[in-house]
């Protein structure tokens, strides 16, 4: 399976490096929407799909204000997962699955432009976003991004599944190819979950919302911006889970970090090498991320 590394939107909250830690730089901070888009057998599957053309076309409408505010995503056309998959020549019908690791708005705002596709999601995150139940709840899920015919495909978050380098009630997911696999991770929502992919060289799992810098994941010494620790803390739900499950992923990348590749949504160092990899495929798997990168002057 050949797999595409997609930056769906850019968010430039204000903070500079207090927030995405670049150095020698005081501008806005820049944040990706990390997702992956995967030539599969049976056509393309996407994971997340980061901001869609409505909230480009209808921003005030689909999101939330203080979102809006807060984040600041640079939104237009370009960038979307729709308009980068029909560069490549491909079709939003080509597009027949989508793996949700949760429903935030930044997340699943590409959902209304792939509607002949199966939503793979965990049944905890489901009914989280439908019940609606608190004010954080209402900023973050934006039912608005969702299409009425979706076509919604949920797992158990607990209970039988399989174990996958320590991790329990991880799924196989219907109709997907068995080296795709939905694991859970709450804690950021109460259905939040990574997803692994194996390719040539082992595996990669996007991690999601699960961490947000990429020093959370170094494993001699924990390392997050400010700014990233306050918003984590923020838009958890389940503050233990959350750290919990950051903690396992870190021992993950310690104990397995040759043979699995750990990144997260909103990280631009990670999306940009792991791009670089995708450009020169002939160059040795990332495993750690250590920041070299010149100012980005957003």
Partial sequence: ????????????????????GRKGFTGPAALTCHCLLVEGRQGLILVDTGFGLEDVKHPRARLHPLLL??????????????RQIERMG??????????????????AGGLSDFPHAKLHLLWDEYQQA?????????RRYRPQQWLPETQWVTYPSLGDGERWFG??????????PPEILLVPLPGHTLGHAGVAIQNGSGWLLHAGD??????????DRYQCTLGLRIAQKLNQT???????NMRRLRELVRR?????????????????????????????????????????HA
């Fill in 238 to 244: 389940d503050g233990y889970l959350r750290w919990h």
């Fill in 256 to 296: 397995h970090g040759r043979d699995v590749t750990v990144f997260c949504a909103h990280d631009s160092l990670e999306f940009e090498l792991l791009e670089d990899q995708e450009k020169a495929p002939e160059r040795s798997p990332l495993r750690t991320f250590v920041d070299t990168r010149p100012p980005l």
């Fill in 130 to 138: 439908l019940a609606q139940a608190t004010a954080r709840d209402r």
């Fill in 90 to 107: 491909f079709h939003a019908e080509d597009v027949r699955d989508i793996v949700l690791t949760h429903l935030d708005c930044d997340h």
């Fill in 1 to 20: 399976m050949r797999i595409h590394h997609l930056n769906c939107t850019t968010m430039c909250p204000p903070g500079g490096r207090l927030v995405d």
């Fill in 69 to 82: 505010k807060g984040i600041r995503p640079r939104l237009n056309e370009g960038s979307t997962a729709i």
């Fill in 210 to 219: 699960a961490y947000f810098y990429h020093g959370e994941m170094a494993p």
């Fill in 167 to 176: 991790f329990e009630c991880v799924r196989d997911l219907t109709g997907l």
